[in-house]
């Protein structure tokens, strides 16, 4: 029996997020955009209804930022700029949303949020080339 706030239950939720995920980038793709997005938003509003969750993430990108990208596609960045702040609200430090609220803060002129982005992305990176080159050589 599925009781409320089980983990079957929250396999079940994430499988319906997972679903609307799929189907909207399917009708984003087909050029079905007003209704990829419509789709996309519900699905983000699932998966905040979602408690976090300790661990990996339970969905693997976040609703949001997909939101958050399809409505960079369709040129509205301001309603880009407040999906990656809601995505990074959940998952915090996630390049793939800086990115996007880096790129949508600068389309809309907000440079100080555009700005805080590129900071902490430089932040992030900065230790790339060691980590890289650590993974590069094999370890003895």
Same mark, same amino acid.
């Given at each position: 029996?599925?009781?409320?706030?089980?983990?079957? +239950?929250?396999?079940?939720?994430?499988?319906?997020?997972?679903?609307?995920?799929?189907? %909207?980038?399917?009708?984003?793709?087909?050029?079905?955009?007003?209704?990829?997005?419509?789709?996309?938003?519900?699905?983000? /509003?699932?998966?905040?209804?979602?408690?976090? %969750?300790?661990?990996?993430?339970?969905?693997?990108?976040?609703?949001?930022?997909?939101?958050? /990208?399809?409505?960079?596609?369709?040129?509205?960045?301001? +309603? %880009? /700029? /407040?999906?990656?702040?809601?995505? @990074?609200?959940?998952?915090?430090?996630?390049?793939?949303?800086? @990115?996007?609220?880096?790129?949508? %803060?600068?389309?809309?002129?907000?440079?100080?949020?555009?700005?805080?982005?590129?900071?902490? @992305?430089?932040?992030?990176?900065?230790?790339?080339?060691?980590?890289?080159?650590?993974?590069?050589?094999?370890?003895?």
């Amino acid at each position: 029996m599925k009781t409320k706030g089980s983990s079957e +239950e929250s396999y079940v939720q994430r499988a319906d997020v997972l679903e609307k995920q799929l189907q %909207a980038k399917i009708w984003f793709a087909e050029g079905k955009r007003t209704e990829a997005i419509a789709l996309i938003r519900k699905a983000a /509003e699932m998966e905040e209804a979602m408690p976090l %969750a300790f661990g990996p993430p339970f969905v693997d990108k976040p609703t949001q930022e997909i939101l958050g /990208e399809m409505l960079l596609t369709t040129e509205r960045p301001v +309603e %880009a /700029e /407040e999906a990656f702040r809601a995505a @990074l609200a959940r998952a915090p430090l996630r390049t793939a949303s800086l @990115l996007g609220l880096m790129r949508s %803060a600068r389309l809309v002129g907000n440079h100080i949020s555009m700005e805080e982005s590129q900071r902490k @992305l430089r932040e992030i990176w900065k230790q790339a080339p060691k980590l890289i080159e650590e993974y590069l050589v094999p370890s003895r």
